[in-house]
T-cell receptor, first 113, second 113 residues
Framework: AQSVTQLGSHVSVSEGALVLLRCNYS??????LFWYVQYPNQGLQLLLK??????LVKGINGFEAEFKKSETSFHLTKPSAHMSDAAEYFC???????????FGAGTRLAVHP | DGGITQSPKYLFRKEGQNVTLSCEQN?????MYWYRQDPGQGLRLIYY???????QKGDIAEGYSVSREKKESFPLTVTSAQKNPTAFYLC????????????FGPGTRLTVL
């Protein structure tokens, strides 16, 4: 069965520091992987996604993620955090029939001056 | 502007009442989804529909019902059978299916009094 584990429900970084949000997945089929961001009381918006091909995926707002099949990971990174990056981040994997997504529990990122 | 609209933004319901949440999209997407979001639990799939007049149960369908009579509309009814309906409800759509980018509405916050 498909599943997603996000390590750390809360992450706090200083402005300008590296952001690293961890995501591990389980999938019985070749996965499609996604990162979404949610600002308070809003819907989610796509940051980036991995389908096939290049394992390093670049997204919006300077974020990127690397698909590592051997580690079943899809960690999200950004070299330098901005205050505007404070939000909740969700990792997701495609369902077994590729007709739905399975979401992780989310990681809330706080950025302090 | 193309997108997904959800109404109302806030909804209050007395125990024992059914209530319907609206979701409309003008993206000409085939597939639509309803999620429930609770703190610390991520997004859980309630129902999804890949074509008009067809829909499938997600992981937490008990106490909910949906219809898909038109491509652009996918209303969700929270029935009195739902034991703990207070939550944030999100609607999403994709062009075809679960490997495509999901576009989310702004959400409806339902509170049972």
């Amino acid at each position: 069965a498909q599943s997603v584990t996000q390590l750390g429900s809360h992450v706090s970084v200083s402005e300008g520091a590296l952001v690293l949000l961890r995501c591990n997945y389980s999938s019985s089929v070749p996965p499609y992987l996604f990162w979404y961001v949610q600002y308070p009381n809003q819907g989610l918006q796509l940051l980036l996604k991995y389908t096939t091909g290049a394992t390093l995926v670049k997204g919006i707002n300077g974020f990127e993620a690397e698909f590592k099949k051997s580690e079943t990971s899809f960690h999200l990174t950004k070299p330098s955090a901005h205050m505007s990056d404070a939000a909740e981040y969700f990792c997701a994997v495609s369902g077994e029939g590729y007709n739905k997504l399975i979401f992780g529990a989310g990681t809330r990122l706080a950025v302090h001056p | 502007d193309g997108g997904i609209t959800q109404s109302p933004k806030y909804l209050f319901r007395k125990e024992g009442q059914n209530v319907t949440l609206s979701c409309e999209q003008n993206l000409n997407h085939d597939a639509m989804y309803w999620y429930r979001q609770d703190p610390g639990q991520g997004l859980r799939l309630i129902y999804y529909s890949q074509i008009v007049n067809d829909f499938q149960k997600g992981d937490i369908a008990e106490g909910y019902s949906v219809s898909r009579e038109k491509k652009e509309s996918f209303p969700l009814t929270v029935t009195s059978a739902q034991k703990n309906p207070t939550a944030f409800y999100l609607c999403a759509s994709t062009e075809r299916g679960g490997t495509d980018t999901q576009y989310f509405g702004p959400g409806t916050r339902l509170t049972v009094l």
